[in-house]
């Protein structure tokens, strides 16, 4: 590789062996996470995520690559404190079985290491510029089972609540029955695929995508977060309701021919939505940021022209 004078290559030699163990750590979590990903429904959005952070990194790469201020001091002590920890998730995948808190441990022991690697080998700088896309790798790992569960029976019990409410205000009898909305000839389960957590898992992880490639300021990304949410329920709220609307009038082989559509429409009116907030969003910083205007040559405060 041809350098200019004076000027130290990208790429050292010596930064390969310390490359070598989150290489391998990197590979281990990529090779656990894809147990989630393939296996349950609501997390097939995970193969995307590592090539979003890849893009991430390859969209600030001019930055990137400018050379830092390596400091290596807590390189040895992160991954001594990783090694434990893959040995401990190891012995809980052998033993007993997969398990999102242990995902949880795998995921936040890599990337402290990669953090780490990152620091020792380009310094602070290169590490800041990193982090966000190290940090967005986390919407891939599934949340542990109980808090999923958590959410998940909420959001159903809620969607089902409004779901009668908004069927007795059209004139449509319907009773909730925890997640379950009675209507006079049959009933419609809201089940976990249709609580919304999927759609509000995706919603955020593109709000924070969108934020930070479209939107300059940070409480502009956080804002486009919050409005996420705000967002995907409501849609999901129109998705059921469309469905139980189905099962009402064409029974529920009607709803079984509508299902599947409404979740792809409801999808894109979710996009759509969080395109229209980083457009306002976009306005906002633009009207913050405009510099005020000078006052006409020759005039001054307080003084007629």
């Known amino acids: 590789m ?4 004076g000027q130290k290559p990208y790429w050292r030699r010596s930064e390969a062996l310390l490359w070598l163990p989150a290489v391998f750590a990197v590979g ?6 894809s147990y989630w990903w393939l296996k349950f429904e609501d997390y097939n959005f995970g193969w995307l995520v590592p090539f979003l952070s890849g893009y991430l990194v390859y969209d600030n790469w001019d930055e990137i690559r400018r050379p830092g201020r ?12 990783a090694v434990p920890i893959f040995a401990l998730v190891e012995a809980n995948r052998s033993l007993v079985s997969p398990a999102a808190s242990f995902s949880w441990m795998l995921a936040l022991a890599t990337l402290g290491g990669v953090a780490a690697t990152i620091l020792a080998t380009r310094g602070a700088r290169c590490l800041r510029l990193c982090l966000f896309p190290l940090m967005f790798m986390l919407v891939a790992v599934p949340l542990p089972g109980s808090l999923l569960h958590g959410i998940s029976q909420g959001l159903q019990r809620f969607v ?11 004139g449509i009898a319907a009773l909730q029955k925890g997640n379950v909305v ?5 009933a419609v389960g809201i089940d976990e695929a249709c609580s919304g957590i999927r759609s509000l898992q995706s919603s955020i992880m593109v ?38 609307l189905s099962a009402h009038y064409g029974g529920l082989a009607q709803l079984k021919k509508v299902h599947d559509t409404a ?3 409801i999808l ?21 940021g405009r510099p005020t205007e000078d006052p006409p040559s020759g005039t001054a405060t307080g003084e007629k022209p």
């Open 2 to 5: 041809n350098v200019e004078s």
């Open 263 to 265: 979740g792809w429409s």
């Open 70 to 81: 390596p400091d290596a001091r807590l390189y040895p002590w992160a991954w001594l404190l």
């Open 207 to 244: 709000a924070l995508l969108m934020g930070k490639i479209l939107l300059d300021s940070l409480g502009a990304r956080v804002l486009l977060v919050m409005i996420a949410p705000l967002i995907a329920i409501p849609g999901n709220i129109c998705r059921t309701l469309i469905l139980s």
């Open 160 to 170: 089902a609540a409004v779901n009668v409410e908004v069927l007795g205000f059209m």
């Open 28 to 33: 281990w979590l990529l090779w656990d996470l």
């Open 182 to 186: 009675q209507l006079r000839d049959c």
């Open 268 to 288: 894109a009116v979710n996009l759509v939505g969080l395109g229209i907030a980083v457009v306002l969003l976009r306005r906002v910083e633009e009207f913050l």
